[in-house]
Structures are given as C-alpha cells and as structure tokens.
C-alpha cells in the first residue's frame, strides 16, 4: 500500500457514516485536519495515510472496513507501526457536537458538526461497557433537569442504549431535549423534568412516528456548585 490511498471519497463518505457527521468540514475537525485538506483530498482522489489510521483510533473502526468497506486484514496497531503513526493507547477520543440539548423548552437540532472532543481512558469505557462508535457528547442548555443536569454541563450519550426507562436525549421534530423517559403499559412514553416547576408531557402511541430517541445519558460533566 502507498503512503497515499485512492478512492478518498468513498472513504470520506464512510467517515461520515460512522460519526454521524452532515459535512466533510466535520470529518477535517475529527482527524485534525482542515476543512481545505478535506476538499484536497477529493479533488485529488487520495488520503494520507495517517489520518486514516487516526480515524480508525478514534472510532474503533477497522482499517479495512474504512478503506475497502471489509472487516478483514490489518489492524490499526499494525496499520500504525507500519507507517509510522503514533497512537495513544491510552485514551479515546468522544467527538462534542456543536448542538445544545435544551433540557427546558428545546433548541433546535440544524446543525450536527463536530466541535471539540473529550479523552476517555480506554480502560474506564471498556469497564463500563461503552463502545466508542456508540458515543457521542452534546452540552445541556436550560434548566428543567437541575437536580441532575445543570445548564452547561456535557453530557455523554450512549447511542445504543435506546430503550426507556432514564434519562435520554430525544429529538421531537426539529427539537432536541433531556428529559427522563418512562414507557407506559398503553405504548406512551411520558416525560418527566428533574425540576418540579415543569409539568411532565405525554405522547401518545399516535404521534411516536415523529419521535426518534438519540440515545442514553450515561455520564455528565459540569461546574461544581
């Protein structure tokens, strides 16, 4: 294999799948790269081998599965011996989006790109049961979860974990909250704030078509009051 790898767009495009980005701009800021060397990289039809192995680092994705689309072949700690390529061992990087979770009245979900990105220690995910391609991170806003969320707080949402009861991070329309979910015997889900002020909300078997739940707040990270 060269030091340079053909088809960049179909990997870009994988890329995107995997974190669950809207924009190429969101890849470059994922793999440390700028949104120009991104456009480069199509335009000429290759990609650096490096940023393909840091991909694969930080996602847990194979370096196969990201070039070829297989499963099969090199992994990313032989992948990065080969060509030179300095791994942390150590650490796994969660990517923040640039959204806000209203935990109030909602804000709203318009753009999904990857702002800045949160080290784990490999060992406390594996403890916990988490796997990097599941994970993502989103910053409350509001206060109708104080008690449990604060406004400003990040909190880290397992993707997989999409089953009620909790707290969750749900998406009504173009409205993205935090609130604690419960499923009810007749198909509702009703939604509860940690804040007494808010009044819980129910929806209805008939209206779930326009609700799709992100996923679980596992962790949260926050000011010390």
């Not at 700028?34 to 370096?63: D, H, M």
């Not at 070039?67 to 990313?76: A, D, K, N, P, T």
Request: hydrophobic share 35%; net charge negative.
């Amino acid at each position: 294999m060269n030091d340079k790898l053909l088809n960049s767009e179909q990997i870009i495009h994988r890329m995107r799948d995997a974190i669950g980005a809207r924009n190429d701009g969101a890849v470059g800021e994922f793999v440390g790269a700028s949104k120009q060397a991104v456009y480069n990289w199509k335009n000429r039809g290759s990609i650096p081998i490096e940023y393909c192995v840091k991909f694969c680092v930080k996602t847990g994705k194979s370096l196969d599965w990201l070039i070829f689309g297989s499963e099969s072949g090199l992994s990313v700690g032989e992948a990065a011996a080969r060509y030179g390529v300095e791994l942390d061992e150590d650490y796994r990087e969660i990517p923040v989006y640039d959204i806000e979770a209203s935990a109030g009245a909602g804000s709203l979900f318009d753009q999904e790109l990857v702002s800045t990105f949160l080290k784990f220690r490999k060992d406390w995910l594996t403890r916990e049961g988490l796997h990097v391609h599941n994970l993502v991170a989103i910053r409350v806003s509001g206060d109708s979860m104080d008690g449990t969320l604060a406004d400003g707080d990040t909190v880290l949402i397992d993707r997989s974990k999409r089953k009620p009861d909790g707290v969750f991070a749900i998406r009504i329309g173009d409205t993205l909250r935090i609130k604690r979910l419960q499923m009810m015997t007749d198909g509702s889900i009703r939604l509860s704030s940690d804040n007494p002020v808010y009044q819980p909300e129910v929806i209805h078997p008939e209206n779930l078509s326009h609700v799709e739940i992100v996923g679980q707040c596992y962790w949260r990270g926050g000011r010390v009051f």
